[in-house]
């Protein structure tokens, strides 16, 4: 996966150790020869690419990145997507729980 999102190395390696699976639906992360949709991709949290902080940028997999999209995460966590897959405020990473504690 390559980091077209001038995201500094240190924060890179901080995030990639941080996320080792979705940080909403908890899938492994697998090649995308495997599987594009389960292939680890960059989330900015709050949709905004100029915001690079560890509380904004996670790793997830390409399904549930391209469900989001620029979808308010509080919003998105009602959506259908989210509602047959399980994923809610309770199972989300903590990551995410703050991000909604903080008004996302």
Request: glycine share 2%; hydrophobic share 35%.
């Amino acid at each position: 996966m390559a980091n077209n999102w001038n995201i500094p190395a240190w924060l890179e390696a901080e995030v990639r150790q941080r996320d080792k699976v979705c940080v909403y639906c908890k899938q492994e992360f697998l090649t995308p020869k495997k599987s594009a949709k389960h292939s680890a991709s960059w989330e900015h949290i709050i949709n905004d690419a100029k915001i690079i902080t560890r509380e904004n940028i996670a790793l997830c997999c390409r399904s549930c990145n391209a469900s989001k999209g620029q979808k308010q995460l509080s919003v998105w966590l009602q959506s259908k997507y989210c509602k047959e897959r399980g994923i809610s405020l309770e199972t989300v990473a903590p990551i995410i729980k703050q991000a909604i504690e903080n008004g996302q």
